[in-house]
């Protein structure tokens, strides 16, 4: 059984890495609830003489209702450690393979949001230190136009067909846009594109609610989605190598990393629509701090949409570069100076986000 057992894991791991592997996803290491079984049953045998785990009709539980949660068998009648046991057991054996570690984060369905309160207030009691820095987030159902998924009707979404089916049809707008792109490289962008669109429809809702995964609304190049992100990213990507190639000093080049240049320009010289772009993107490192520390990625995915939108007022507003420029005048300079800041915004932003960059579509 033993061997079954581990050839099986072996084979789900195996087919788990494919999937982790195309999402650009690696974990360094696993934990399974073989191992933290044993840390789990020893953790509540070890507490019972003190009161923290009580006896009960052959089992073992915590009584979760004196804390105004609800009772859980930790281990049950026949002296088996049950899931509870096993989540109880996990920190410990985490701390023992890394050593002492910052924080450690949960994510599971909110479905069992309950289950893990009690969880947490058992290993408070035995392990305060741990149980300070163990963080549990829940999230929702993804859920499709009709209605939530279920396997008795048989709208069930799996991760690779969603990612699959997404990247058919970005194929297939891109067969359509881009008619002469050898075919594997417009296949390797259809996936880069489909992950954007997957991983952003998924993180621009707020934690723990539900997702109504719609295909026309995150597959769109011009609504809130992943690849309206990655189009714009593209479209500053394409004027900054025009620029480049007419800068023959390398002026822009020499300014591209940095917005403080453009600290030069009196505020008197910037239009309103310069203006929204600079003073948005200067708001940039506080979202991403307020989003790390709420456990917010939702609040980045607003940012990047907002910063998007500004940079299509600012590009329909203000003339750039044309195709006759043989330099730059200083007002030239300033707006790629923006289209430089708010195409490392977006690169840098999406990344955060775990979505794959384009650089040109």
Request: glycine share 6%; net charge negative; hydrophobic share 40%.
């Amino acid at each position: 059984i033993t061997a079954l057992y581990t050839t099986g894991r072996a084979w789900s791991l195996q087919y788990f890495d494919t999937i982790y592997e195309r999402l650009g996803t690696k974990f360094s290491e696993h934990f399974f609830e073989s191992q933290s079984a044993e840390y789990g049953y020893s953790i509540v045998t070890d507490h019972v003489a003190d009161g923290i785990f009580t006896e009960s009709k052959g089992a073992i539980v915590f009584l979760g209702e004196e804390e105004g949660l609800h009772n859980r068998v930790f281990i049950n009648s026949l002296g088996l450690p049950t899931y509870e046991s096993k989540d109880l057991g996990l920190p410990l054996l985490k701390q023992d393979r890394l050593g002492e570690y910052d924080r450690s984060i949960i994510v599971t369905a909110n479905e069992i949001d309950e289950y893990f309160k009690v969880v947490l207030k058992a290993l408070s009691k035995i392990y305060p230190k741990l149980a300070a820095k163990t963080k549990h987030l829940s999230h929702g159902v993804i859920r499709l136009p009709e209605g939530k998924m279920s396997s008795r009707t048989g709208n069930i979404l799996t991760g690779t067909w969603l990612l699959d089916e997404s990247q058919q049809r970005i194929l297939h707008i891109l067969s359509e846009t881009q008619p002469d792109m050898a075919d594997v490289e417009k296949k390797t962008l259809a996936d880069k594109v489909a992950i954007s669109a997957v991983k952003y429809a998924l993180l621009k809702s707020n934690l723990g609610s539900n997702i109504a995964f719609s295909f026309e609304e995150s597959l769109s190049f011009t609504g809130n989605s992943g690849p309206y992100l990655e189009y714009t990213y593209v479209r500053c990507n394409s004027i900054l190598q025009k620029a480049a190639k007419v800068s023959e000093n390398g002026s822009i080049a020499k300014h591209i990393d940095t917005l403080l240049s453009i600290k030069e320009h009196s505020d008197n010289e910037l239009n309103s629509t310069e203006r929204d772009v600079l003073l948005y993107l200067y708001s940039y490192s506080d979202v991403v701090e307020s989003a790390a520390k709420e456990y917010a990625p939702h609040q980045l995915c607003t940012y990047l949409f907002g910063l998007a939108q500004r940079f299509s007022r600012f590009y329909e507003a203000c003339p750039i570069i044309s195709k006759t420029d043989t330099t730059f005048t200083p007002l030239q300079q300033r707006r790629l100076l923006l289209v430089a800041a708010v195409a490392r915004v977006l690169r840098d932003g999406m990344t955060l986000l775990g979505m794959p960059v384009v650089e040109q579509m």
